[in-house]
């Protein structure tokens, strides 16, 4: 685009009724309204960012725990299993 015809299109602009007013507050609430719903957005992500973590650390400790009880069951089932079948 050549500079003669980059400034006619400014002036056209500048004439139009892109550039009242009344568009410019549009415009304006317009960007509000996005850049709020980015807001929000990004702070939902991170709360959801942050739970997950939370339940990936109780998922790790409640899998330590049940490798645990399975140990000590199948333990305590080898330590009994003899008897049992002695006795039926």
């Known amino acids: ?9 400014v002036q056209v602009l500048e004439k139009s009724s892109l550039n009242t007013p009344e568009f410019m ?3 304006q609430m317009l960007a509000q309204s996005l ?3 980015i807001k929000y957005a990004t702070d939902g992500m991170n ?7 939370a339940s990936g650390e109780a998922k790790a400790t409640t899998e330590g725990d049940l490798s645990v009880t399975t140990k000590d069951l199948d333990e305590d089932v080898n330590f009994l299993a003899p008897g049992l079948y002695d006795r039926c």
Not at 1 to 9: D, E, L, Q, R
Not at 47 to 53: P, S, V, W
């Open 1 to 9: 685009m050549s500079s003669m015809s980059t400034s006619k299109a």
């Open 25 to 27: 507050q549009a415009y």
């Open 35 to 37: 850049k709020d719903e």
């Open 47 to 53: 709360k959801a960012k942050k739970n997950l973590a």
